[in-house]
């Protein structure tokens, strides 16, 4: 489980993908807090550390993940959002994020807005039903709260700390970001589905 809040920014040193998946070589401060096993997330995508080092971990990546996720395109150079799993007793300063890629949506289009920056995103269809204005989302593995929606569309809007702090800052149209709704949605969804089949 995770909050949303990126920890760093790493960048991905080697990408090692043949037909049975993909090895990820990613630099980063971070690995010096990691142990063999820990869970780390990757521009929104939970991943496992297998080979951590002071400088940066390695993590395996199976196709699935690289089938429905954004990391099948990533390349050496490519900059990503980090984050540790959530400790018992952190701050949970952002929202439950599982690390559970929903679908790879579209950046459709970026805008300044004073300090900070306006960015709406194109929603696979489906999706949309999961987001509410004012509710969160995790894009790249980001907590983000929703300014606005209008049908597929929904925009957030990135305060300078957020731009400086996370991938967002060289965001661009027809970027391609990982998304993963409320998970309180999911379940909520779920619950009144089963209380229309019962009737109750």
Not at 18 to 35: H, Y
Not at 87 to 112: I, K, M, T
Not at 118 to 139: F, H, M, N, Q, T
Request: net charge negative; charged share 20%; hydrophobic share 45%.
């Amino acid at each position: 489980m995770f909050t949303g809040l990126i920890a760093e920014v790493g960048t991905v040193e080697s990408v090692d993908r043949d037909e049975a998946g993909a090895r990820l070589g990613i630099a980063a401060a971070l690995g010096a807090e990691l142990a063999p096993g820990d869970s780390v997330a990757v521009a929104g995508v939970c991943l496992t550390a297998a080979e951590p080092r002071p400088d940066g971990f390695v993590a395996d990546v199976m196709n699935r993940t690289l089938e429905l996720t954004g990391l099948g395109t990533l390349a050496p150079g490519s900059a990503v959002n980090l984050e540790p799993a959530l400790r018992a007793g952190d701050r949970l300063g952002g929202h439950f994020v599982q690390g559970h890629v929903d679908a790879v949506a579209s950046v459709a289009g970026v805008e300044p807005d004073g300090f900070a920056r306006r960015v709406r995103v194109e929603l696979p269809g489906g999706l949309d039903r999961y987001v509410v204005a004012r509710g969160s989302i995790a894009l790249d593995g980001a907590s983000l709260t929703v300014a606005g929606i209008e049908g597929r569309i929904v925009e957030v809007s990135l305060i300078p700390e957020t731009l400086q702090r996370t991938t967002f800052g060289a965001i661009a149209p027809g970027d391609a970001v990982n998304v993963e709704v409320d998970l309180i949605a999911r379940h909520v969804e779920r619950l009144l589905g089963g209380i229309a089949e019962n009737g109750t």
